[in-house]
């Protein structure tokens, strides 16, 4: 049974910064693409960010471009999101996931495990 368990998340002040982080229990699951996505309360699941296997393409959702970056340390099955300029509509629980021998995606449907969540808050 894979695990993806996500840590880092935390309430910051608007303009701040948070690293998330998140460990695969199996190397197995850092062939495919890695992905995080959000959910805010009353809000439909959202994409944020995707990697591929070789961390040579890396996808964002508009809404973030510019201000989070992914990163993947396949040594590690560790997938990061490093998030700066943080905005009270960043808050959400985040998720990663883990696709299984397959590329880069932002559809949620293509992702195989998927992580507990950890909340991130941003106050104004």
């Known amino acids: 049974q894979v695990q993806l368990v996500e840590s880092g998340g935390g309430l910051v002040q608007a303009g701040g910064s948070l690293r998330l982080s998140c460990a695969a229990s199996?190397?197995?699951?850092?062939?495919?693409?890695m992905g995080w996505f959000r959910q805010a309360p009353g809000k439909e699941r959202e994409f944020i960010a995707a990697i591929n296997f070789s961390s040579t393409s890396t996808y964002y959702a508009d809404s973030v471009k510019g201000r989070f970056t992914i990163s993947r340390d396949n040594a590690k099955n560790t997938v990061d999101l490093q998030m700066n300029s943080l905005k009270p509509e960043d808050t959400a629980t985040y998720y990663c996931?883990?696709?299984?021998?397959?590329?880069?995606?932002?559809?949620?449907?293509?992702?195989?495990?998927w992580g507990q969540g950890t909340q991130v808050t941003v106050s104004s």
């Open positions: 996931a883990a696709r299984v021998g397959r590329g880069i995606t932002y559809s949620g449907s293509g992702y195989d495990y």
């Open positions: 199996i190397r197995t699951f850092s062939s495919g693409g």
